[in-house]
């Protein structure tokens, strides 16, 4: 079993960059960013991040290939379409959209991941950092997808902030 460092420690750890160490230096923000990550940042989910990723019918996934390329799409569903199986992984359909797999492609490579849920509705944010796996799971290789399962390593979630709200539109279906 690895140690873990507490999770204070893994937040600031892993949180900040030694760039963004500078600027919030430069700018003063320090203490600011050590209070929110203190309040905001944990390595597992709660009984109330279920609730809220398991409403929504939508989220970005951010993913870097083995050179550093990132690139970042929209992943969407039902509601409930993301899954919390336990208090660190989360589980959801890859469909396989337009083909040409850059999200899963850069999971092969790299396994790094940066996950950000909104509800615009009642503006809240989550993040979660961690690494993804994609597992072949047969119920849903009928839809051509397979199953995604993320282990998180941090998960943040941001106060009430204003969010730009997308005009209403009709769910797509995926075939």
């Given at each position: 079993?690895?140690?873990?460092?507490?999770?204070?420690?893994?937040?600031?750890?892993?949180?900040?960059?030694?760039?963004?160490?500078?600027?919030?230096?430069?700018?003063?923000?320090?203490?600011?960013?050590d209070r929110l990550a203190d309040?905001?940042?944990?390595?597992?989910?709660?009984?109330?991040?279920?609730?809220?990723?398991?409403?929504?019918?939508?989220?970005?996934?951010?993913?870097?290939?083995?050179?550093?390329?990132?690139?970042?799409?929209?992943?969407?569903?039902?509601?409930?379409?993301?899954?919390?199986?336990?208090?660190?992984?989360?589980?959801?359909?890859?469909?396989?959209?337009?083909?040409?797999?850059?999200?899963?492609?850069?999971?092969?490579?790299?396994?790094?991941?940066?996950?950000?849920?909104?509800?615009?509705?009642?503006?809240?944010?989550?993040?979660?950092d961690g690494t993804l796996s994609?597992?072949?799971?047969?119920?849903?290789?009928?839809?051509?997808?397979?199953?995604?399962?993320?282990?998180?390593?941090?998960?943040?979630?941001?106060?009430?902030?204003?969010?730009?709200?997308?005009?209403?539109?009709?769910?797509?279906?995926?075939?």
């Open positions: 079993m690895l140690d873990r460092p507490p999770p204070r420690e893994l937040a600031m750890s892993s949180l900040y960059s030694p760039s963004a160490r500078e600027l919030q230096d430069q700018f003063d923000t320090r203490r600011l960013a309040v905001t940042v944990h390595d597992r989910f709660t009984p109330d991040d279920r609730r809220f990723l398991e409403r929504l019918d939508m989220f970005f996934l951010a993913s870097v290939d083995a050179g550093g390329q990132p690139t970042c799409s929209y992943k969407g569903g039902d509601p409930g379409f993301v899954t919390v199986v336990d208090e660190r992984t989360l589980a959801f359909p890859n469909y396989d959209g337009n083909g040409m797999y850059l999200s899963m492609g850069n999971v092969a490579a790299t396994h790094r991941v940066g996950l950000l849920f909104i509800d615009f509705e009642h503006q809240r944010r989550m993040r979660v994609r597992s072949k799971d047969t119920c849903c290789q009928s839809r051509r997808t397979a199953r995604a399962r993320s282990s998180v390593f941090e998960r943040a979630l941001d106060r009430p902030r204003p969010c730009t709200r997308p005009r209403a539109e009709p769910a797509l279906r995926h075939q």
